[in-house]
């Protein structure tokens, strides 16, 4: 249903280079630069990074990546703190979700919720 989001960042490179880095375990590469806006997808441009129109701080938004594995879910993991996110949940199984539900949750630039999320069960 979802074709594309963009999201309101008050650094377009500094979030580029956050998504640049923290979207490769999971396929994600930037996919087209169009003025002040980066665009980022496995095929397309399915997130938009643009600039921030209003002064005030932006409201936390929650995006959640799907990850072909667990493998790719810890790899997120890794490659977001390692591009400075603060890490929310370490990869785990989130059982009150669905009995396969494995994921990790870090926070962007902006303060945005990140996810990257695996529904099937281990070796599956």
Same mark, same amino acid.
């Given at each position: 249903?979802?074709?594309?989001?963009?999201?309101?960042?008050? &650094?377009?490179?500094?979030?580029?280079?956050?998504? &640049?880095?923290? @979207?490769? $375990? @999971?396929?994600?590469?930037?996919?087209?630069?169009?003025?002040?806006?980066?665009?980022?997808?496995?095929?397309?441009?399915?997130?938009? @990074?643009? $600039?921030?129109?209003?002064?005030?701080?932006?409201?936390?938004?929650?995006?959640?990546?799907?990850?072909? &594995?667990?493998? #790719?879910?810890?790899?997120?993991? +890794?490659?977001?703190?390692?591009?400075?996110?603060?890490?929310?949940? +370490? $990869?785990?199984?989130?059982?009150?979700?669905?009995?396969?539900?494995?994921? #990790?949750?870090?926070? &962007? $630039?902006?303060?945005?919720?990140?996810?990257?999320?695996?529904?099937?069960?281990?070796?599956?």
């Amino acid at each position: 249903m979802l074709d594309h989001i963009a999201i309101q960042v008050s &650094d377009v490179a500094a979030s580029a280079r956050f998504y &640049d880095q923290a @979207l490769a $375990p @999971l396929g994600g590469r930037r996919t087209k630069e169009f003025g002040e806006f980066v665009g980022f997808g496995t095929t397309g441009h399915t997130l938009w @990074l643009v $600039p921030a129109t209003d002064e005030g701080p932006g409201r936390e938004l929650h995006l959640a990546f799907q990850a072909p &594995d667990r493998a #790719a879910v810890e790899a997120f993991h +890794a490659a977001a703190v390692a591009a400075g996110a603060e890490s929310l949940h +370490a $990869p785990r199984v989130f059982p009150e979700y669905h009995a396969s539900y494995y994921g #990790a949750f870090v926070r &962007d $630039p902006d303060g945005n919720n990140v996810e990257a999320v695996c529904h099937t069960a281990q070796g599956g």
